[in-house]
């Protein structure tokens, strides 16, 4: 899948799924636009890219803040024109019980998480009509679809991703426009790191593939999302959790 040409949106690149998404993209032609919070981090990732010869950029924006994303959008669209694709990855956790759980919790990760994919589609989607094409994929959870304790405020939000997707998905199918989303299961990054080897080994038991996933294997199915070869494809969740949800 040959994305020379393309403009590609990335939200949370600076690390993990979003990065490997970038990467991925950005190995198969795509000239790719970084966005994250975290201002460090994406300089180092940009002057890596560049390094391997892709063409690369970073902006920071806090994609929870509407004007933030609006005017950062407007920078964006002066220097490239247009945006083929968008990949809404951005997400936070605050993980506790519900009746621990403070209203900021709830309020931070429904803010990033949901809010976000809100902001930045609003804002990029009005061109992509214009254009009369576009591809926009939307990164859920399994735990979207399932539900996980201790995690009711990021359950909700990625839940209201998928709904959000299939809606938008609707909307806009006659525009040259398709929008999915990934619900990856666990994956190998620095969060899951982090967990001791019983909470693991937990995990690891509830997946028939008897391991996580990678973030690569996750960047390879939106690649083909974000493909013209997937044109047909609108308003679908594709699973990536090793048989955990069937």
């Known amino acids: 899948m040959d994305l020379t040409g393309k403009k590609s949106v990335i939200t949370g690149a600076s690390q993990g799924i979003g990065e490997a998404i970038a990467r991925c993209l950005a190995e198969s032609g795509a000239e790719v636009i970084l966005l ?15 390094s391997n010869g892709w063409k690369a950029a970073a902006y920071t924006v806090d994609v929870s803040d509407l004007s933030q994303v609006e005017k950062t959008a407007e920078i964006i669209f002066e ?12 997400g936070i956790t605050r993980d506790n019980l519900l009746m621990r759980m403070k209203e900021e919790e709830w309020d931070a990760v429904l803010a990033v998480n949901l809010k976000g994919v809100f902001n ?23 735990v979207g679809m399932m539900g996980n304790a201790g995690q009711s405020n990021y359950s909700a939000s990625k839940a209201g991703v998928i709904g959000f997707t299939k809606s938008i998905a609707r909307e806009i199918a006659s525009r040259g426009i ?28 509830m997946i028939p593939a008897k391991r996580f996933g990678t973030p ?21 969740v594709i699973n990536i959790n090793g048989g955990m949800l069937m």
Not at 186 to 196: F, G, P, R, S, V
């Open 36 to 50: 994250d919070v975290l201002e460090e981090q994406l300089d180092e990732k940009v002057k890596d890219f560049k």
């Open 79 to 90: 220097k490239y024109q247009r945006i083929d694709h968008l990949v809404n990855n951005a």
């Open 120 to 142: 930045l589609t609003k804002t990029f989607i009005r061109h992509m009509i214009k254009n009369r094409y576009g591809r926009i994929v939307n990164i859920s959870s399994v």
């Open 178 to 205: 398709t929008v999915n989303a990934v619900a990856p299961g666990y994956i190998a990054t620095a969060m899951t790191e982090k967990l001791d080897d019983q909470v693991k080994k937990m995990f690891i038991d």
């Open 216 to 236: 690569e294997e996750v960047a390879q199915v939106v690649k083909f999302l974000l493909s013209d070869e997937s044109a047909y494809i609108t308003g679908q």
